[in-house]
């Protein structure tokens, strides 16, 4: 996943689609790599959503 997707300020909505688009990479066995992750409540989001690998600063 490209930084773009990951602002600091997700929303709600965002973090809908976020969580949507992991199910999907999931179901079709792809690795979840997401980058540019830069806080700790985004990396605690992440994970939790199931992303296998991240990026940051």
Known sequence: M????LSDDLSEKG???L????H???????FIVC???ETK???D????EGC???QGY
């Not at 999907?24 to 792809?30: A, D, I, P």
């Open 2 to 5: 490209d930084r773009r997707f």
């Open 15 to 17: 973090k809908i689609v």
């Open 19 to 22: 969580q949507e688009i992991f």
């Open 24 to 30: 999907l990479l999931k179901r079709t066995n792809k």
């Open 35 to 37: 980058e540019g992750v």
């Open 41 to 43: 409540e985004m990396v």
């Open 45 to 48: 989001f992440l994970v939790k």
């Open 52 to 54: 296998d690998e991240l």
